[in-house]
């Protein structure tokens, strides 16, 4: 009866807590907000002016004292107070009115693999500061195979590959646990930095990073594709210090991107080197699965395909799977307690 009355006022949430993207699952609602993880800062009065869409309008556009920044680096807080403000922005957001005797809802977040407990703990805090009455954390690899329907409490192995904006996920599941694990500092950011940077060195021509993403979304690839694609690059030209604009080519970003490529499918090798032999035959039968917005890059599932000689797919509607899986859990917590992470005191120094 308590808990009927409860949630009329305030429903329980997961947060996919991404570098580039956050996402909000209500309890019983699903998926309610998908927002850029961007904050427009005032540096002069230490004011927050925009949160997501409207911060996100903001990135490279504003006077030197204000900064449109992202509070999460490479999937761990970097700004634990501006992390803070961004979660009760969400929090607040969703939440259905004003409860009068100051009840909370329970939260769960999900964090990339092997983070430090420091690391952990700054998420719940800042969880916990917004707004959040508990805070469960779940690793993100574990909340996409859910949120793929993956069979993770069957003794067979799930391969999953989850790649956001700062981080790349790699992960084999078996019985509701992770066997092998990686995480790998390059994913759809670095990407974007790839392209800026090959356009400086090959075209003396300076870009921003969302002209950069924008340039990888529109032609980018991991293999070659069926139908040439060209793109309109505009920036400065480094040389002259002139605004101009050159055509690049498929290729051309295909030979930019090539060495994060390479590296997340050698991380990807790496993980099928580590995977006991009873489980990778499992691997083999049921396949790679792709999630993130990086796994929409085109023609990376037929590169990891060919270059591990396991089918690969993506799973369907990759950017929610981590939101979808961690609201999964919410709705089942007591039935799926166990997939998430513990957490241990941190004793202070003496």
């Not at 998926?31 to 997501?52: D, R, W, Y």
């Not at 957001?93 to 977040?109: C, D, M, Q, S, W």
């Not at 952990?120 to 916990?128: E, G, H, I, L, S």
């Not at 940077?197 to 003396?204: A, D, G, I, L, T």
């Amino acid at each position: 009866m308590f808990n009927k009355f409860f949630s009329h006022f305030f429903q329980d949430i997961a947060i996919d807590l991404g570098t580039a993207n956050s996402l909000v699952y209500v309890k019983g609602r699903g998926i309610v907000v998908l927002e850029p993880s961007v904050v427009a800062l005032n540096k002069k009065t230490g004011q927050i002016l925009a949160i997501g869409e409207e911060a996100q309008k903001m990135v490279g556009r504003t006077p030197s004292h204000i900064v449109a920044t992202r509070p999460l680096v490479e999937g761990v807080v970097s700004d634990f107070e501006v992390t803070e403000q961004m979660l009760r922005y969400f929090i607040n957001k969703v939440k259905k009115r004003k409860f009068p005797f100051g009840l909370r809802p329970r939260v769960i977040i999900g964090i990339p693999c092997g983070v430090t407990e420091v690391e952990k703990r700054a998420v719940q805090d800042a969880a916990k500061n917004a707004g959040a009455r508990e805070v469960f954390l779940i690793e993100e690899p574990m909340a996409a195979a859910i949120g793929a329907r993956l069979p993770i409490q069957e003794a067979g192995g799930n391969f999953i590959v989850d790649i956001g904006g700062g981080t790349a996920e790699i992960a084999i599941i078996s019985l509701g646990g992770i066997v092998v694990s990686k995480t790998l500092r390059i994913a759809g950011d670095r990407l974007n930095r790839d392209i800026v940077r090959w356009s400086q060195e090959e075209n003396k021509l300076l870009i921003g990073e969302r002209t950069a993403e924008l340039v990888k979304i529109t032609i980018g690839s991991a293999w070659p594709l069926n139908e040439k694609k060209t793109f309109p690059l505009r920036g400065r030209n480094l040389v002259t210090g002139l605004p101009e604009e050159i055509l690049v080519s498929d290729t051309d970003i295909r030979k930019a991107l090539e060495k994060s490529v390479k590296q997340i499918i050698r991380a990807i090798k790496d993980t099928i080197e580590e995977t006991p032999p009873e489980l990778l035959a499992d691997v083999m039968t049921r396949g790679i699965y792709l999630t993130g917005g990086g796994s929409l890059l085109r023609g990376l599932d037929k590169l990891i395909s060919e270059e591990t000689k396991i089918p690969t797919k993506i799973i369907e509607d990759p950017l929610t799977t981590v939101a979808r899986g961690a609201g999964m859990v919410l709705e089942k917590l007591d039935e799926l307690r166990e997939v998430l992470v513990e957490t241990k005191e941190i004793e202070p120094p003496k």
